[in-house]
């Protein structure tokens, strides 16, 4: 599952087993585990321990902490496994199979790696690749890669499967697993019952008709004259980490509060919304796009506190959706910033306790799920959201993604891991907590200059 280079050379690989007995059997997985990406997400963090740690030692501390870890998060020391019908729908299978951990050294220094870009060639030998084209069932859902650097720094790059766990709950899972290896205890122990977002659905009967949710998940634009973007996909991308100031988020801000009418809910755009609206209308500009060309903006929505009752402290599982902006791109370009942050909060607002509980209905109600589940990763045709002429930015603002702490102190660098979906992007909060935001965009190599030109051009 991972690969060798003269940069990076495996060592060992273990299985890591909870320690303890845990409770075994199958655990359904609800409709919202299984779509959107059901394959791994990737981090990476890379930390320069002090020369006390010794990379033995430091191996030992995250493989005995993982064991301890996996026994109340033991759903991802499971499993997958598709169901009889061939359609799309799968369960996890608790079985205590365990994560797996991989031990490899760099003949590389950190300072050799210093702007730790995704886009370098050693990136990828850092980070696990996943051979989905082996059975699901063998596949672990917890891949750990240590790597050790000439110099005494690591990395720990970490893949979670996204059909067990959405952002939220996975770094919920990370940070938990830190503590136990600095020794402290658990603070807040995983909710893996499932039945938890059925609760509430008796006073909130269901809408015989699904046509809200069914226009929702229709498929996506294509480029103008094309039947489908599998020759955009094809293409080669490249990925950039751009900084945005504080300065900047707030001039954006104030552009968008004051350039396209009040703003609903009498709330100002959020740093979200105005610096996606800021994103999407710089890529229409760098692809080119015509002033006719439809575009959509995919925006994934956390509904923890959007249902009611809300889902419990410390909910296991994925509790996010994805909802779709769209736009011609001529209004996107030609109009105020506070027009394309308008198309996406209009998105978010419609994510309620009705909404989720029609979307949960419709996709009960679809035998087959193939087509709702982002499987781009694994080179196939299903899924056609991403690339030219959509994107989708992912909001990490307000997960804990900094600090994480084994016992060796908190990390030098942390990044998203690769990315090569075209239009694939995410939104973090600076690393130095002043106010500044990170815009990780993956595009085709073709318009990766354009757009970075755009961006910084257009903030004004």
Avoid at 3 to 18: A, E, N, Q
Avoid at 181 to 196: L, Q
Avoid at 345 to 356: G, H, L, P, Q, T
Avoid at 434 to 457: N, T
Wanted: one cysteine or more; charged letters at 20%; glycine letters at 8%.
């Amino acid at each position: 599952m991972s690969s060798s280079s003269s940069l990076v050379t495996l060592k060992s690989c273990y299985s890591v087993r909870p320690i303890e007995p845990t409770w075994c059997g199958r655990l359904p997985l609800s409709e919202w585990d299984q779509i959107g990406i059901i394959t791994h997400v990737p981090t990476i963090y890379f930390y320069r321990p002090s020369q006390t740690w010794l990379s033995t030692t430091i191996a030992t501390t995250l493989k005995d902490s993982l064991s301890k870890v996996l026994v109340p998060f033991y759903p991802l020391a499971g499993r997958l496994q598709w169901n009889d019908k061939n359609n799309g729908r799968f369960d996890l299978e608790c079985n205590a199979l365990g994560a797996q951990f991989i031990e490899a050294q760099s003949s590389l220094t950190l300072t050799d790696i210093s702007d730790f870009s995704p886009s370098s060639d050693y990136y990828r030998y850092l980070i696990p690749r996943i051979d989905y084209t082996l059975p699901i069932n063998d596949i672990p859902l917890v891949i750990v890669q240590l790597t050790s650097f000439k110099c005494g720094g690591v990395s720990i790059s970490l893949l979670v499967s996204h059909a067990v766990a959405d952002g939220q709950s996975a770094l919920h899972f990370t940070s938990e697993w830190a503590r136990l290896a600095r020794g402290e205890p658990i603070k807040t122990m995983p909710f893996v019952d499932r039945n938890a977002l059925h609760v509430g659905e008796s006073q909130s009967p269901l809408l015989p008709q699904c046509s809200n949710s069914e226009r929702e998940f229709n498929e996506p634009p294509f480029l103008l004259g094309n039947t489908d973007n599998i020759e955009e996909r094809k293409k080669k991308t490249t990925v950039a980490i751009i900084k945005v100031s504080k300065t900047q988020v707030e001039k954006l801000r104030k552009t968008a509060n004051e350039s396209w009418g009040k703003p609903s809910n009498g709330r100002g755009y959020t740093r979200y919304e105005t610096v996606t609206g800021h994103v999407w209308r710089t890529a229409s500009k760098a692809r080119g796009h015509g002033n006719d060309q439809p575009t959509a903006l995919g925006v994934c929505v956390d509904w923890r506190c959007r249902v009611d009752p809300n889902l419990p402290k410390g909910y296991f599982g994925n509790a996010t959706l994805d909802v779709v902006a769209t736009s011609l791109a001529g209004d996107l370009m030609s109009k105020p910033l506070g027009y394309a942050s308008s198309r996406i909060r209009e998105a978010i607002e419609k994510v309620n306790n009705e909404y989720v509980r029609l979307g949960m209905e419709y996709f009960k109600k679809h035998e087959d799920l193939t087509k709702f589940q982002d499987l781009h990763a694994i080179g196939s045709d299903k899924g056609p959201f991403y690339g030219n002429p959509n994107l989708g930015v992912v909001s990490w603002l307000t997960l804990p993604i900094y600090g994480l702490d084994f016992g060796w102190g908190k990390e030098v660098y942390m990044g998203p891991g690769t990315h090569e979906l075209d239009g694939d992007s995410l939104l973090l909060p600076g690393p130095d907590n002043d106010g500044s935001l990170l815009v990780a965009i993956c595009l085709q190599e073709a318009h990766m200059d354009a757009f970075k030109r755009h961006f910084h051009q257009d903030i004004v």
